[in-house]
């Protein structure tokens, strides 16, 4: 069970859009529409920002967004504010015997 | 709203069984929507989810921590607990509690409590 595969960094000035990928395999990312996206600020818990590839939680902001396409998801972040420089972890279902996997994990930074 | 805490010895010998409990308030364990389930970070690394159990004891566990996890739920204290045997340093982690719904490793999440294993 490996983990998915994300950038280690990404960056974007305030106001701009920046994506990250998130990179499985048939067998999790490309084999069940059960991917999620967490933000995760250093010392608290992480926060579920995606669930189901593209759908939102209630309070999190519409410039949030998820999609999929074979083995790669990704998590698209509009309008970057301050507040969003944290760090993102996208995570699959990957069959009931695995359960689920988690990415690697990318730090995301406004400039 | 559910709210999850964790709770347990922040330090661990080598070699012994390391023993948390979550605490589940603002709603029931034994919701037939829930799964509750177990999450780490070592220092410097990334998530690794550990395992999950549901009310009625169905659980399912990491591949590579199968042999070392045990979940157990209490439905009468709302609680749900972890333990991993034999620990060495390398499972020196935050360790978070989480609720999880269909397809969601993480719905909820308790604050995470940092274990260190070291003699």
């Known amino acids: 069970q490996s983990a998915l595969t994300q950038p280690r960094s990404v960056s974007g000035s305030p106001g701009q859009s920046v994506t990250i990928s998130c990179t499985g395999t048939?067998?999790?990312?490309?084999?069940?529409?059960?991917v999620s996206w967490y933000q995760h600020h250093p010392g608290k818990a992480p926060k579920l920002m995606i669930y189901?590839?593209?759908k939102r939680p209630s309070g999190v902001p519409d410039r949030f967004s998820g999609s999929k396409s074979g083995n790669t998801a990704s998590l698209t972040i509009s309008g970057l504010q301050a507040d969003d420089e944290a760090d993102y972890y996208c995570c699959s279902f990957a069959g009931s015997s695995t359960s689920y996997v988690f990415g690697t994990g990318t730090k995301v930074t406004v400039l | 709203q559910l709210q999850l805490q964790e709770s347990g010895p922040g330090l661990v010998k080598p070699s012994e069984t390391l023993s948390l409990t979550c605490t589940v308030s603002?709603?029931?364990?034994?919701?037939?929507?829930?799964?509750w389930g177990w999450v780490r970070q070592p220092p410097g690394k990334g998530l690794e989810w550990i395992g999950s159990i549901y009310y009625l004891g169905n659980t399912y566990y990491n591949p590579s921590l199968k042999s070392r996890v045990t979940m157990s739920v209490d439905t009468s204290k709302n609680q749900f607990s972890l333990k991993l045997s034999s620990v060495t340093a390398a499972d020196t982690a935050v360790y978070y509690c989480?609720?999880?719904?269909?397809?969601?490793?993480?719905?909820?999440w308790g604050q995470g409590t940092l274990v260190t294993v070291s003699s």
């Open positions: 048939s067998s999790d990312v490309g084999g069940y529409n059960y």
């Open positions: 603002g709603g029931s364990i034994s919701n037939n929507n829930y799964h």
């Open positions: 989480a609720s999880l719904i269909e397809g969601v490793a993480g719905y909820s």
């Open positions: 189901d590839v593209s």
